[in-house]
């Protein structure tokens, strides 16, 4: 999450598994480091800033929930989403990332979510 706030897509790629599913929810899933990039490239790309914080948290084995507040300042306006994350490792990597959140809370602040 450090790694996205910085926009450093390659730090944080580097903490998954190399057949890691990311599960936007209300968009949809890809595979790999590669979807990962596809999926979040267009949005750390036209964001200026992004902040993700992280209300609640817990963690059980190689699972990590939390609850959070993803933040992206576009255009010079901070866009605000509430998520549910769901992490699971495997060996110290993340395997499988799960967010959900309201697309129609985006769109309302945004229009169309980037890859929708």
């Known amino acids: 999450m450090a790694a996205i706030e910085r926009k450093d897509i390659d730090a944080a790629l580097a903490l998954v598994t190399d057949d890691v599913g990311y599960d936007n929810v209300p968009i949809g899933t890809v595979t790999g480091p590669d979807g990962i990039r596809g999926a979040l490239g267009r949005l ?3 964001a200026e800033r992004i ?12 699972v990590v929930m939390n609850e959070r507040l993803d933040r992206f300042q576009l255009d010079g306006r901070w866009v605000e989403v509430p998520v549910a994350g769901l992490f699971v490792l495997r060996d110290g990597r993340i395997a499988l990332w799960r967010d959900y959140f309201d697309l129609a809370t985006y769109r309302r602040q945004t229009g169309p979510a980037p890859g929708s």
């Open 44 to 46: 750390l790309g036209t």
């Open 51 to 62: 902040e993700w914080v992280t209300r609640h948290q817990v963690g059980a084995g190689d």
